[in-house]
Structure formats: C-alpha cells, structure tokens
C-alpha cells in the first residue's frame, strides 16, 4: 500500500507518548530488531513500513495482510522515523499486556528502576537484564515509559525477552511480602561482602537522585559498589552500576 498523509500523521504521532498511550501503540524499527519482534509471538503487529529492497527480501517471514505492509521510499521512511538514520524497516506494535508471576519474583531476581528517566539508561539496563537472565524489570511510574522509541532502541530488542512492568515499589509488600528489596545506596553494604540472593529485587535510583527517599523505607539491605581509594568520581551512571551488579549475582 501507498503512504498516506494521514498515515504519516498517524505514525508521526507515535513519536509522542501521549499518543502512544492514546492509541496503545508503540513504534519498533530497524533491521535486526524487526526480524527478531517477527519471530516473536508475543507481539502484535499492526503495520509494517519498509523499503522495498528490504519486503522483497524478507517477503517469505512475514506472516501480513496486505493492508498492514506499506511499501516506502528512503524519503517517507525518513519522514515518519525516530532515528537521523533509518534503517530500512519500522513496524507499529501494539502494546502487550503483560503479567507477571509472583511464583517467578520469589524464585529469581529482579530489577526495579527508581525514577529512571534517561531512556538511553533504561534501555540498556533491559539489554542487561537480558543478559543476565533476569525476567523482570520493575520501574516506577515516573520513570521514562519502556515504549519510548530511544528505550527500544537502547535494549537492541531486549525488549521482546524482558518483561517490563510499571508498579509502586510500596506494592512489593503484598505482592511478595517475604521478598528481599535490595537497595543501591552510597554508604550501604560493600557489593562483594553481599551474598548473592536466592530471590529479590534489586533497586536502582534515579540516575541524579538516587533511591527516592519515598523507597528508602522499603529496602532491606542497603548495597554499594565500593569506590577506589583514589577514584574521584562522585557516582556511576545507572545502567553501568546495574551492569556491575548484575554481573555479580547474575551468573550462577
């Protein structure tokens, strides 16, 4: 099918979160992450926009109504991308709704991220979290929304393996009342005299902030990557400490 105006508004929009919210869309783009959401089952696809070398190439993986394959040229591509550079493909996906496992948090560990709001931040730490095999990432609803185009892009389609799942921490209390909630906090615990954790939920603060003082009441056990004698640094960027400690209780 042709680009329309109106489907170019309509893609466009998608840009902006409260669209997404509107529409319960969200917009995935890029060659290698497009061929990994069409293996997935898990996702919806309303439409695909893609340059016509890339449909005559990957015709046989796609599983689309006609109406929901548009044909575009590098120009309209560019037009209704989130990147400088388009990458030959984006596709609309609906929003899934997600659940999660009480069995699964009490058995394994989590992440929960404390008012993230770089979303280059908070796609990498769902690339971690991959990584490492961990199921879920909690976040704050302050936090940036895990459907913003620059957090998708971030997690290299981590995304489509990582369950993310907005909450109140404070919910943690009857969801999982005998949890652990694992705080990392300048002064806490030094890393490598923690044992590692059968189960829990690891906190992340805010990448300026911190843990909200609002949280501080809820975790458990107060952690932190002890600094060098001589390092000067006055905090680690948040995925890069998440990356840290991951690495550290995620591989048995």
Known sequence: MALSKN???YVKSLHLKKFRQ??????VEGDKIVRELLASSDF???GLYAEENWLATHAADLSLSSAQVYAVSPTELERISTLKTP???????RQPTFRFSPDKINSSLSLYLDEIRDPGNFGTIIRIADWF?????FCSPTSTAWTNPKVIQASMGSFLRVQVHPVELSDFSSIAPSLPILGMVLGGKPLPQVPKPNAGLVVIGNESRGISASNLQY????VTIPRHPQGGAESLNAAVATGIICAQWGIE
Not at 22 to 27: A, D, H, M, P, Q
Not at 87 to 93: D, G
Not at 219 to 222: H, V, Y
């Open 87 to 93: 990458n030959q493909v984006l596709v609309i996906v």
């Open 133 to 137: 095999g961990f199921p879920y990432v």
């Open 44 to 46: 919806q696809i309303e």
């Open 219 to 222: 975790l458990t056990q107060q």
């Open 22 to 27: 509107k529409y319960n869309n969200f917009i």
């Open 7 to 9: 489907e170019i508004k």
